[in-house]
T-cell receptor, first 113, second 110 residues
Framework: DSGVTQTPKHLITATGQRVTLRCSPR?????VYWYQQSLDQGLQFLIQ???????AKGNILERFSAQQFPDLHSELNLSSLELGDSALYFC????????????FGQGTRLTVV | GQNIDQPTEMTATEGAIVQINCTYQ??????LFWYQQHAGEAPTFLSY????GLEEKGRFSSFLSRSKGYSYLLLKELQMKDSASYLC???????????FGGGTRLMVKP
């Protein structure tokens, strides 16, 4: 158990809908990272927050947004969902701003039908 | 940006040694990570190199040459449970983004 908690574990929704994925980092970790992993794309960095502030942004679509709350948990919002958004979404956390030994949650498997 | 290359698949025999290579081209570099990922599970941290040379941790070792943009992960005394994907990842110069390669799927056969 990495100490990073993601909910829900599985999510099935229809095209055009909006979903929210939740991540609780390890106790004491200030950084949260979001990654998308689909079969043909590998693990893609989406966005990073550090102590509530956006720190780095990767290939995140405009339909996607994220935030980190004062209690350091984070949410990833995916809207206007398309079939191609079906993937595993991982959250990782680390103590510092740079991902020294980032710890990954078990992921949320999103299926868009 | 970052460009990270590693072989897609490898096969090895139980008890043997296997070396998984990773080459990278980056606009900035602040460390290289190796992660193990079993199918459908979360990646788990294996090793971290920021200076040139070999880091050994039990059956696993990782090597880095920054001048060549090259790293490898060496797995010794292979076990069936080592069948997994091995992900090479590079941290950018700002120390924020961790960019992953496509992963190498290793199959260990009896």
């Amino acid at each position: 158990d990495s100490g990073v908690t993601q909910t829900p574990k599985h999510l099935i929704t229809a095209t055009g809908q909006r979903v929210t994925l939740r991540c609780s980092p390890r106790s004491g970790d200030l950084s949260v990272y979001w990654y998308q992993q689909s079969l043909d794309q590998g693990l893609q960095f989406l966005i990073q927050y550090y102590n509530g502030e956006e720190r780095a942004k990767g290939n995140i679509l405009e339909r996607f947004s994220a935030q980190q709350f004062p209690d350091l948990h984070s949410e990833l919002n995916l809207s206007s969902l398309e079939l191609g958004d079906s993937a595993l979404y991982f959250c990782a956390s680390s103590a510092e701003a740079g991902p020294n030994e980032a710890f990954f949650g078990q992921g949320t498997r999103l299926t868009v039908v | 940006g970052q460009n990270i290359d590693q072989p897609t698949e490898m096969t090895a025999t139980e008890g043997a040694i296997v070396q998984i290579n990773c080459t990278y081209q980056t606009s900035g570099f602040n460390g290289l990570f190796w992660y193990q990922q079993h199918a459908g599970e979360a990646p788990t941290f294996l090793s971290y190199n920021v200076l040139d040379g070999l880091e050994e941790k039990g059956r696993f070792s990782s090597f880095l040459s920054r001048s060549k943009g090259y790293s490898y992960l060496l797995l010794k005394e292979l076990q069936m449970k080592d069948s997994a994907s091995y992900l090479c990842a590079v941290r950018d110069g700002a120390g924020n983004m961790l960019t992953f390669g496509g992963g190498t799927r290793l199959m260990v056969k009896p």
